[in-house]
């Protein structure tokens, strides 16, 4: 079970369930694979509903790694997300949460 508490979300690939968190390398990840100067511009696209699905795929991996999952991008756009696009926009917008507001902001 993915706990909260440490900033995980359970994240289910072609039917395997995977644990996601980001980490302080994970984050560093997604900065360097988005380009990003910082993760607030990230960030902001979530809370305002501005991200594109680049920005759900980038979250996700760098999740999935600090995880433990060994995949690549690629890998990421071959399988069946759980719940489909709007669950993997929903799961990278928890992640962010979590990683930068703790446990509080957990969905469940």
Not at 4 to 13: F, K, N, S, T
Not at 74 to 100: K, Y
Request: cysteine-free; hydrophobic content about 50%.
């Amino acid at each position: 079970m993915a706990n909260p508490h440490r900033g995980e979300v359970a994240v289910w690939l072609d039917g395997e369930r995977r644990v996601a968190r980001l980490t302080l390398g994970a984050l560093a990840g997604l900065e360097a694979a988005l380009g990003a100067d910082s993760l607030v511009g990230v960030i902001e696209r979530f809370e305002s509903g501005r991200f594109a699905s680049r920005d759900v795929i980038a979250v996700l991996v760098a999740g999935l790694r600090g995880g433990g999952w060994q995949g690549a991008e690629g890998d990421l756009l071959t399988v069946e997300i759980g719940g489909g696009p709007v669950e993997a926009a929903r799961l990278a917008a928890e992640l962010l949460a979590l990683a930068f507001r703790g446990p509080a902001a957990a969905t469940g």
